[in-house]
């Protein structure tokens, strides 16, 4: 026996927990439909609309704000006990699948069918066709894990139960502002070699899109590939010259060992007794000079580093 909701499952509950990010009346979801209101008007400019299963009426809010004529129907009396002061007029408690009292230009359905039984949802798209020419459409097609998606179908599903009210997705219209499998089904009187040209005419261009960025891919990967090999070569020129850094540093201190040694000995002591040498210059080594000599003409191929002449500095 298939599960049946009624507007009891959709209470402070469910719009606290079930909903990804808490349903309240935030800058998160308020700051959501103005941005889907936009679109909507920018888009589609319909003058009246109606947002079946509006929860607090957020978007009929923000329509109206717009200058558009909306109204909103949801089946729990706790979501619309919520709507703003300014709408309450225009938000009703009420069944999708009951015929509505007028047509509008425009009627959003924003992931609602799947938390409906299946017939429900059927009757809900009948009703739907017969008051209005074009549905913005978005129904979940992978979340089962919600305790009330109990009615949870591909895309190509409702495209089928569209179509046998001669509504087909208007191939067009990208509704990803709302979610990335959202349509615009609109009323289309169709022969079969028409609707087959669209179909045609948007795998084409999806292909064509798809090759192209798998061009990309392959392009940005070749040179991936190449600047890994830079950096490698790179990293090995580095390693090489830090090595020949550190053999210019041992043998510096080799030759300040042995500059140390030179002035502790007698000989230099009785030189500079006798006062010879006094304009023998002290040996100021410099170990930056040494080291940017070490990096401008050193080999570490394997080979001793290439033996500099000492310079003499006067102090």
Not at 222 to 243: A, C, F, G, H, Y
């Amino acid at each position: 026996m298939p599960i049946e909701l009624n507007g009891e499952h959709f209470g402070e509950y469910y719009y606290s927990h079930d909903c990804g990010i808490p349903y309240r009346r935030t800058e998160h979801w308020l700051t959501f439909f103005d941005k889907i209101a936009d679109r909507i008007v920018k888009q589609l400019e319909p003058k009246t609309v109606l947002d079946a299963g509006c929860a607090w009426g957020f978007l009929v809010e923000a329509l109206r704000k717009r200058g558009v004529e909306a109204w909103g129907i949801d089946i729990s009396k706790y979501a619309i006990s919520n709507v703003h002061e300014s709408i309450k007029d225009y938000c009703t408690v009420g069944s999708i699948v009951n015929p509505f009292d007028r047509k509008y230009d425009l009627i959003v359905n924003i992931e609602v069918l799947e938390h409906m039984k299946q017939a429900d949802a059927i009757r809900a798209i009948e009703n739907f066709c017969n008051s209005t020419d074009q549905v913005l459409f978005s129904s979940t097609p992978f979340d089962y894990t919600e305790v009330t998606h109990i009615n949870v179908h591909p895309p190509e599903y409702w495209s089928k139960e569209f179509a046998y009210h001669g509504f087909y997705r208007d191939l067009d219209f990208d509704g990803s502002f709302l979610t990335s499998w959202a349509s615009l089904f609109t009323k289309q009187n169709l022969s079969k070699s028409q609707l087959l040209t669209q179909y045609e005419r948007r795998f084409w261009s999806l292909q064509k899109e798809n090759l192209d960025l798998r061009h990309h891919i392959l392009a940005d990967q070749t040179t991936n590939n190449r600047l890994e090999l830079d950096s490698e070569r790179m990293k090995l020129e580095i390693r090489q010259l830090k090595n020949l850094l550190k053999a210019y540093q041992l043998k510096l201190s080799e030759w300040n060992g042995l500059w140390h040694a030179l002035q502790t000995s007698r000989t230099w002591k009785g030189l500079k007794k006798l006062g010879r040498f006094r304009e023998f210059p002290q040996i100021g080594l410099d170990l930056s000079e040494l080291n940017q000599e070490a990096l401008e003409s050193g080999t570490v191929n394997g080979s001793a580093p290439y033996q500099q002449p000492i310079h003499l500095k006067k102090n």
